[in-house]
């Protein structure tokens, strides 16, 4: 055969505006109104039994203290551990810390199944339960499964729509990178973040699923605790259409600033038996700090009817007070930008990653001085306080000098520039 | 002041063809001609004393055995440590083994500076003598220094030319990205490449460096042990003239299987005391492993008359045996495609890292069945033999169906596509 019959296009340039067309299809999708879907939600509630119970630590069943290291593991050696991590960082007001840290050395799935259904993408939305969620029940990915849920470790049924992502033909994926978790509360945990169409084949929609346009998702977004997080971080993945090619700094230019902040952190962060970890208690109430910041490590018992097993005991994170995740936004030159923060985090597998502009629980800052709070903090729940006035008031010159070193830069949707973090926080 | 004036393009469309003008320039640069530059090395040898002596590891000066540990570290407890690492991987021969690792918590700069002369872009290279070099003395960056280097806890002299690097007005980068070190020998090392334009400076040039144009140097990789790996790294980054439209494999395929193998691999990996590394001996000879395998931990004592300082002891790793280095090439549908292989190495950050399609050193694994050797190792040697015999012949079709879980992929430069890494090999 000809080789020249092997070659293909190495960018699928349709991909951004067959997304642009589904995210323009709002109100209602080929499978339901977007108006319905919290009835859809609640009526799915319903139809399961759903009861979490909070359980001591030392009660979880088929969860111990390691001897020795007083390691909080399961008993397969699977799913996850809490253990102990010892962080020093060179930034900040917190200079070293130890912690609990939730440690699970396997790469997760996060999938979503896209479809068309007349011309437009679709996407397969799961209502599942998870103990963690105020309201149990929200929309999450098609699939959502650590290594040890899908290797069914927990002996349950197995993943439902799986195979189309463990054995997804290359050409029909849409997109696939490795998102990293939470890196506060995980020790180095990434995802597997993909998008995955079902081109050929048909694609049997259970009750717990639901086929929604990028549009319909785009309504519910603004419904607090509906589409969960590991939902939003896959919709993230997607492609967006032809970016402008304009910004404040270069493409170049972001890469090495952000080469620089990556370089230029001593972050030694090691794991350690929990047993050893000072500065929290264990009690009745769970792993936690006696000035009640941060988080708690507690227990729950959850029953579930439609989960890979119905019932199971585990430890889980609990934050302590509310947290505040904010983007300053402005339009430079016309053009939409964004203020993102190089952030360090102890769990993180490279030490600094992108963040919003404000990460944080404002209530563990109080102790600190001002100065040393996060910058534009303040800012942001000022605009808050005052339903979202604006940071920058229009006659105000937009950020824009570099300050080397700066730990912020004002960013285009994937594209960054710098701004003048200190000084303009006063 | 308007907005629309802080934006810039966001790529620089100028700087491949820029780049492509000076490889273009062969034989003879604005400084000197290509077949000087070994007698210029050879003279800048003459100019300064260098010795290299090998010591026993408890005779290092300002280097011990720490108590309890057996780590060997540095009294300033900067540069380098050599630790133990406890390895265990899901595939290959080797489940799991315990080594000698260097651990250098800290980034480094390998920096080449560009300039224009008479409209042609030259990188001034150094004259760098390393106690590691067959021949002492290479070409390497104009800057290759660890932070403790450029820190200067030697308390030597200043490292020439950081400033041009540290200090870099953001839009005279032309390359800028963190690359890791050998995963084999390194636990968790990076060093920052950059590549930086002096646009508007005067740019004095020392008795140990020279400029050169890209296509000088392309002559000079050609000669042996001449331009060091860190100099080649640094090149490595430059980007490449537009690429091809098409290849056998999409950039988001190539993303998928990449992503894939670096969700597929269970590896954990942890530093250990080095007292307590098991299969490897210390005597008067350093620390190896009985067998006579991989490396040795060795140590020289130095006296150089162009370095920080003017001597030093450290330890080194020293190979036992030459290694090989090799990708398989051909053009498929007229695109150059090479074979690259993801390929797991215990000290990488992110577990997997884009390989040659062979790197290793061959004696290592006769001791090893012919079937867990690594793939196309047989092939590359035949081919080294032959003088460079082609390993496909043109008649026979190229490797393109995708094997699920395939460790390598046919891939154009900056691009990759799939083969059939096992059927091809047998």
Redesign the interface.
């Known amino acids: 055969?000809?080789?020249?019959?092997?070659?293909?296009?190495?960018?699928?340039a349709d991909l951004p505006a067959r997304l642009a067309r589904s995210a323009a299809v709002t109100g209602a999708g080929h499978h339901l109104r977007t108006q319905d879907v919290t009835s859809w939600l609640a009526e799915r509630a319903r139809a399961h039994r759903f009861t979490v119970r909070r359980v001591p630590l030392d009660r979880l069943e088929q969860w111990s203290f390691a001897p020795g290291t007083g390691d909080l593991v399961h008993r397969s050696g699977r799913f996850f551990a809490v253990r102990g991590l010892a962080a020093r960082v060179d930034e900040g007001p917190y200079g070293s810390w130890q912690q609990p840290v939730i440690h699970q050395?396997?790469?997760g799935?996060l999938g979503i199944l896209a479809k068309e259904f007349d011309g437009v993408l679709h996407f397969l939305m799961q209502a599942k339960m998870e103990p963690g969620n105020p309201n149990l029940i929200q929309l999450s990915p098609t699939v959502q499964a650590t290594r040890s849920n899908y290797q069914r470790v927990h002996a349950g049924s197995s993943v439902k729509y799986l195979e189309h992502f463990t054995?997804?033909p290359?050409?029909l994926?849409?997109?696939?990178?490795?998102q990293s978790e939470h890196g506060a509360w995980f020790y180095r945990k990434?995802n597997?973040n993909?998008l995955v169409e079902a081109a050929d084949t048909e694609v049997p929609c259970g009750p717990d699923h639901i086929w929604l346009t990028l549009g319909q998702l785009g309504e519910l977004l603004r419904l607090d605790n509906l589409v969960n997080m590991d939902a939003r971080t896959v919709l993230g993945c997607l492609p967006l259409p032809e970016?402008?090619?304009?910004?404040?700094?270069?493409?170049?230019?972001l890469?090495?600033?952000f080469?620089?902040e990556?370089?230029?952190h001593?972050v030694?962060v090691r794991l350690m038996p929990l047993a050893d970890v000072e500065g929290w208690t264990r009690d009745a109430d769970g792993i936690r700090r006696p000035d009640g910041r941060f988080f708690k490590v507690t227990g729950v018992a959850v029953e579930a009817g439609n989960r890979e097993v119905t019932g199971w005991s585990q430890p889980l994170i609990e934050p302590c007070g509310t947290g505040v995740a904010a983007f300053l936004f402005r339009?430079?030159?016309?053009?939409p930008h964004l203020l993102v923060h190089a952030r360090v985090e102890a769990g993180y597998?490279?030490r600094v990653e992108l963040a919003p502009t404000v990460q944080c629980a404002p209530r563990d800052w109080e102790p600190v001085p001002a100065a040393d709070r996060p910058p534009f903090l303040t800012a942001v729940l000022r605009a808050a306080e005052q339903g979202g006035a604006p940071y920058w008031p229009a006659s105000t010159?937009?950020p824009?000098a570099?300050e080397?070193g700066g730990r912020h830069r004002a960013a285009a949707p994937r594209?960054c520039a710098?701004s003048r973090s200190r000084t303009m926080i006063g």
């Open positions: 055969m000809s080789t020249a019959a092997l070659l293909r296009p190495r960018v699928a050395p396997e790469v799935i054995g997804a290359p050409h994926v849409l997109a696939d990178s490795l990434a597997r993909m970016t402008e090619a304009g910004a404040l700094h270069s493409d170049l230019e890469l090495s600033w080469t620089a990556r370089a230029r001593d030694d339009r430079l030159g016309g053009v597998l490279n010159p937009a824009y570099c080397r594209t710098s």
